[in-house]
């Protein structure tokens, strides 16, 4: 089976692809360094750096897999009221449909936020898949049930040429503690009453220490275990493209590492990303975790 990657950022949806033995011929990003991470962890991939509603469909490779994972910080609820921008972000999603049009792939996977759904223009969207030919079967899925250390909620469209939607079997392992990912001998520690600490961030650790003891995970933003803190023995909340979550241990305290974040995302330890650490933050953030692209790519594989 071959695949091409639209908006392929930190690259894992190509590298669950690859642990799933599909090859992935072309890749595309509009994000010069992403694409230069992408390359240098898949260099076996032809790479695009453009933005795809200009990308000329005759010169990508013929595929029986679409992957994509169009632009969400329109949809989702993390960035806040609309902006001008978000309209910008929300409409990535046609080029889906562009490149659907010229290659007619067997299948479509089309990672995004559940809200994705709630766009305006999902339905004109989604009727613009169907007159290709496509069955829409939207699925929502965690991905700490596919053997990836976080939950992390996301939609996948899986977009087939059948007479009827394609339900995918997706197994339900037993979730990873973020104890696995975390190491407390790794990274740059504070005191938790350094000088301008936060007093709401000084509440929230004494929170967790009253529930969790000396050890646990806080948001530094988010309201998702933000007023206790989280246990190390669940995994850990959604990792977003910002810093967002900080280790305590007794009286010292620091964000996660770039490392433990890639493991947090299930990346192979061995994976390069950007020596610049808000760049590797933000491509891991941005990323669909590679076990559960794997997981998902295998279950279309066996239902197809």
């Given at each position: ?47 695009a ?8 469909w005759?010169?990508v ?67 613009a ?27 996948v ?27 407390f ?15 709401a ?104």
């Amino acid at each position: 089976m071959k695949a091409i990657d639209l908006f392929a950022g930190a690259g894992g949806f190509t590298e669950g692809a690859r642990q799933a033995g599909v090859h992935v011929v072309w890749a595309a990003n509009h994000w010069p360094a992403a694409v230069a991470t992408h390359a240098a962890n898949h260099p076996e991939t032809a790479h695009a750096c453009q933005d795809l509603h200009q990308a000329d469909w005759r010169k990508v490779p013929r595929h029986d897999l679409m992957m994509a994972s169009p632009c969400c910080q329109g949809h989702t609820r993390a960035r806040g009221k609309d902006a001008p921008h978000h309209d910008a972000s929300r409409s990535t999603a046609w080029a889906v449909v562009s490149a659907a049009e010229y290659h007619r792939p067997s299948v479509v996977l089309v990672e995004n936020v559940p809200e994705f759904q709630q766009w305006t223009l999902y339905p004109a969207w989604a009727v613009a898949m169907a007159a290709l030919g496509y069955t829409l079967a939207p699925h929502i899925i965690d991905a700490a049930d596919l053997g990836v250390p976080q939950h992390r909620e996301r939609l996948v469209i899986v977009c087939t040429r059948s007479a009827t939607p394609l339900r995918l079997a997706l197994p339900k392992l037993p979730h990873r503690p973020a104890s696995e990912i975390i190491d407390f001998n790794a990274g740059r520690w504070r005191p938790v009453a350094a000088p301008g600490r936060a007093e709401a961030t000084l509440a929230r650790v004494a929170r967790g220490r009253a529930r969790y003891g000396e050890r646990f995970v806080i948001p530094y933003y988010g309201s998702g275990s933000g007023l206790t803190g989280r246990s190390l023995e669940r995994p850990i909340g959604t990792i977003t493209t910002l810093a967002r979550w900080a280790v305590v241990d007794g009286d010292r305290m620091r964000m996660l590492t770039v490392e433990e974040t890639r493991a947090a995302m299930s990346f192979p330890a061995g994976y390069r990303l950007p020596a610049q650490q808000r760049q590797a933050t933000m491509m891991l953030g941005n990323a669909v975790p590679p076990l559960m692209a794997r997981a998902v790519i295998e279950a279309v594989r066996i239902a197809a």
